[in-house]
């Protein structure tokens, strides 16, 4: 069975909390539950939220040295900062997929660049918590 990690940046901690109405009032507990129910029996997920870039980087390492098939990252707003998780996700191998839960191109200007999307295979962006379920069913559909 494939390993898929679902990583989650800074501040995704507080969803639910957090402008619920731009990012809902779902909770990332409900992500994460939501998603183990749906691909039960056919994928190893494996969770992790970080406020801290560095984190972030180090945990793809791993997952790039000890047999994860493929990441779904919501880099959150390290998105449109962070150079060092690009590097990391280009370094891993790994097949990524960028997610969003807003439209950040219905956003500030500034949501409009990211710096990792160049080294993802795709972005989905707008759809909620649906698109981590649509980039995990991708990511199963890719050969090894
Ligand atoms: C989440 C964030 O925290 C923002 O910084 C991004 C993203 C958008 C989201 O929509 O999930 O700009």
Redesign the pocket.
Known sequence: MKTIAVLN????NRLGKREPE??GTRTLADLEAELRESFSGRVNLTFLQSNHEGVLVDRIGELADNGCHGLVV?P??F??TSVALRDALAGSGLPAVE??????HA?EPF?QHSHTAPVCAGVI??LGFAGYAFAIEFLLKLES
Do not use: I, M
Not at 99 to 104: E, G, I, P, Q, T
């Open positions: 940046g800074p501040n995704l731009v990012y919501n959150g707003a998105t449109h997610v969003h839960l807003s439209n950040v956003r949501r962006t707008g």
